[in-house]
Structure formats: structure tokens, C-alpha cells
T-cell receptor, first 113, second 113 residues
Framework: DQQVKQNSPSLSVQEGRISILNCDYTNSMFDYFLWYKKYPAEGPTFLISISSIKDKNEDGRFTVFLNKSAKHLSLHIVPSQPGDSAVYFC????????????FGGGTRLMVKP | DGGITQSPKYLFRKEGQNVTLSCEQN?????MYWYRQDPGQGLRLIYYSQIVNDFQKGDIAEGYSVSREKKESFPLTVTSAQKNPTAFYLC????????????FGQGTRLTVV
């Protein structure tokens, strides 16, 4: 039973355009959502997060949108840069459950120059 | 420099041998976690610890053991009972509290032959 799903295993975008990565979840108890970026053979690095009381959080080129009714969140990267090419993981946590993260399967983003 | 250190980066073991992966953090975080990543998949939680001398099983704890004798250290032992031990292992830590992100080490690639 996969509680966090990233249905697109890969995404290719032209440099300068917008990248939109999607994530769906099934557990309505999740109340904190995060995006991590990961390069091969390295640990994930934290990108941006959003609490369930918000519907949008922005940090520079990165914006995360949360639609609680649809149990859906998305990460927008504008403008996309070649250095953004990596695997992006969506993760969810329940604040009353020790902040353990449940991860999606990841989306590989390729930004072409 | 504060961070999480995992060692070694690459580890080879013969089938049937126990092996211990090291994880040390100097971030003064109370909580520590072990995740496993298999090719093309997301991260799955093996064990976590919210405080010294206490730890809990995650989603895939069978065949693994941990200890938390010091705040800074959370070693993971992969025992011979783990049926598919070859994987990329990631250690993480976080502060305790609401809406906090986890910080990851660089990972250990374990190959059992």
C-alpha cells in the first residue's frame, strides 16, 4: 500500500521553461509535506516544504502547491536550469508520529540546455 | 562543519555475514532514522530513534538491528536474516518537534555477494 505516489518516473524540460513535478497521497493524516532533490550515490537534500494549513509555499525558483481536498501536491521550478537535473522525491509526515517521512518513488528531471 | 557522516561509502560483504553501517551526526539532533533505497524506488524506513536508548521499528525492520547508546550515533546492523541486503542505505537526523525536515548523510552502498 503506497501512501505517497509520484506517477511520473521521468520528466524532460527545456532550460528556462517551467518544470512541474506531481505527487499524490492517500493518508489524510499527513500534515507536513516535503520535497527532496537527490543525485546518484548521494543523500537527498531538502528543497522546500509545506504545512497542511497552507496551500502554497515559495522559495526562490521553487514553489510547492498543496491541494488537500485532492490529496495532491506539486513542485514548480521556474526557470528550470540544467543543474536542476536530478531525482526529486516527495515526502509526507504526520506531526504526531515522530516526523518519520513516507517517500514517493521519485521523478527523474532532465533539464536540457 | 555540522552534518551527518556515514561510513564507509561502499561496503562489500559475503552472504551470511553480519555487517554494521556507521552513522554519526554533530547537529545535536535528537531524532535519527535509517532508510533503504532500492533501484528506481523511493526510500523506505527501517528503524528510527527519537531519543537516546530508545528506538522503534519502521516499515521494513526485519533482518536489521540498531542501537542508540549516544545521541550522536545510530549504527545499523544488517544481519544474515535480511533476505535482500544489497541496497543503498541512508541515515538521517532531525530535531524533534512539528514541521521539521530531516537531513541526510551521503549514504552507504552495501553489496552482498
Amino acid at each position: 500500500d503506497q501512501q505517497v505516489k509520484q506517477n511520473s518516473p521521468s520528466l524532460s524540460v527545456q532550460e528556462g521553461r517551467i518544470s512541474i513535478l506531481n505527487c499524490d497521497y492517500t493518508n489524510s493524516m499527513f500534515d507536513y509535506f516535503l520535497w527532496y532533490k537527490k543525485y546518484p550515490a548521494e543523500g537527498p537534500t531538502f528543497l522546500i516544504s509545506i504545512s497542511s494549513i497552507k496551500d502554497k509555499n515559495e522559495d526562490g525558483r521553487f514553489t510547492v502547491f498543496l491541494n488537500k481536498s485532492a490529496k495532491h501536491l506539486s513542485l514548480h521550478i521556474v526557470p528550470s536550469q540544467p543543474g536542476d537535473s536530478a531525482v526529486y522525491f516527495c515526502a509526507a509526515a504526520r506531526n504526531n508520529a515522530g516526523n518519520m517521512l513516507t517517500f514517493g518513488g521519485g521523478t527523474r528531471l532532465m533539464v536540457k540546455p | 562543519d555540522g552534518g551527518i557522516t556515514q561510513s564507509p561509502k561502499y561496503l562489500f560483504r559475503k552472504e551470511g555475514q553480519n555487517v554494521t553501517l556507521s552513522c554519526e551526526q554533530n547537529l545535536n539532533h535528537d531524532a535519527m532514522y535509517w532508510y533503504r533505497q532500492d533501484p528506481g524506488q523511493g526510500l523506505r524506513l527501517i528503524y528510527y530513534s527519537q531519543i537516546v536508548n530508545d528506538f522503534q521499528k519502521g516499515d521494513i525492520a526485519e533482518g536489521y538491528s540498531v542501537s542508540r547508546e549516544k545521541k550522536e550515533s545510530f549504527p545499523l546492523t544488517v544481519t544474515s536474516a535480511q533476505k535482500n541486503p544489497t541496497a543503498f542505505y541512508l541515515c538521517a537526523s532531525s530535531i524533534r518537534g512539528l514541521n521539521t525536515e530531516a537531513f541526510f548523510g551521503q549514504g552507504t552502498r552495501l553489496t552482498v555477494v
